[in-house]
């Protein structure tokens, strides 16, 4: 049975940090691609970063520089380190796998997604 877990997430002020965490179990991260999304309320789900199964990575423009994404194949961990918090990357935030992708082109059809983790970023 596959399970993505999220944590991490929470309040801070703006300019601070967080690093949310994805711990997978069913699959193994060296064969699988790895994603980051967020949602807030009344829009749709945009995706974020992702990480390749070689650990090839992208970054969405609006957080590059700030956001980084990684992953450790022993832990079978993914992670999102996230610095320079603006009030605008408030959101819920949700960890994603697929069996495949092609990072040059952002396409990631999503297989299995984790509950969210909410962050919140005051001003």
């Known amino acids: 049975q596959v399970q993505l877990v999220e944590s991490g997430g929470g309040s801070v002020q703006a300019g601070g940090s967080l690093r949310l965490s994805c711990v997978v179990s069913?699959?193994?991260?060296?064969?699988?691609?790895m994603a980051w999304f967020r949602q807030v309320p009344g829009k749709e789900r945009e995706r974020v970063a992702v990480?390749?199964?070689?650990?090839?990575?992208r970054i969405v423009d609006s957080v590059k520089g700030r956001f980084t994404i990684s992953k450790d194949n022993a832990k079978n961990t993914v992670y999102l380190q996230m610095n320079s918090l603006k009030p605008d990357d408030t959101a819920m935030y949700y960890c994603?796998?697929?069996?495949?992708?092609?990072?040059?082109?952002?396409?990631?059809?999503?297989?299995?997604w984790g509950q969210g983790t909410q962050v919140t970023v005051a001003s």
């Open positions: 994603a796998a697929a069996l495949r992708c092609l990072i040059s082109t952002w396409n990631f059809p999503v297989a299995n």
């Open positions: 990480i390749s199964n070689l650990a090839d990575t």
């Open positions: 069913g699959y193994t991260l060296s064969n699988t691609c």
